[in-house]
């Protein structure tokens, strides 16, 4: 599944990321690269939830508006929501 990511350069550095078709998938990382790998997993693990809990899967939102105030930089992104290897 492909969600769109809005990931927020934080002042003090690091990017703060949600999921707007997830309400309340938020997650952080220090660099871009590891932002983007926890939001990856923390839809993942919201998206495991909505199925173990029997709700439906909601569809991507791609236009969504970013709120800049107090942001110096965001970056929206198309994530590929990968299932979870089985456990062996």
Same mark, same amino acid.
């Given at each position: ?9 934080? +002042? *003090? @550095? ?14 952080? #990382?220090?660099?871009? =690269? ?17 199925? +173990? *809990? @029997? ?14 105030? #107090?942001?110096?930089? =965001? ?14």
């Amino acid at each position: 599944m492909t969600y769109t990511a809005v990931l927020i350069r934080e +002042e *003090d @550095g690091g990017y703060s990321v949600s999921v707007p078709a997830l309400p309340g998938c938020h997650t952080q #990382g220090d660099t871009l =690269a590891e932002a983007l790998l926890m939001a990856e997993d923390a839809a993942r693990l919201y998206l495991e939830v909505l199925k +173990e *809990d @029997g709700k439906l899967v909601p569809p991507d939102k791609p236009d969504v508006s970013v709120d800049m105030r #107090g942001a110096s930089e =965001a970056l929206v992104y198309r994530l590929t929501v990968r299932e979870a290897a089985p456990v062996a």
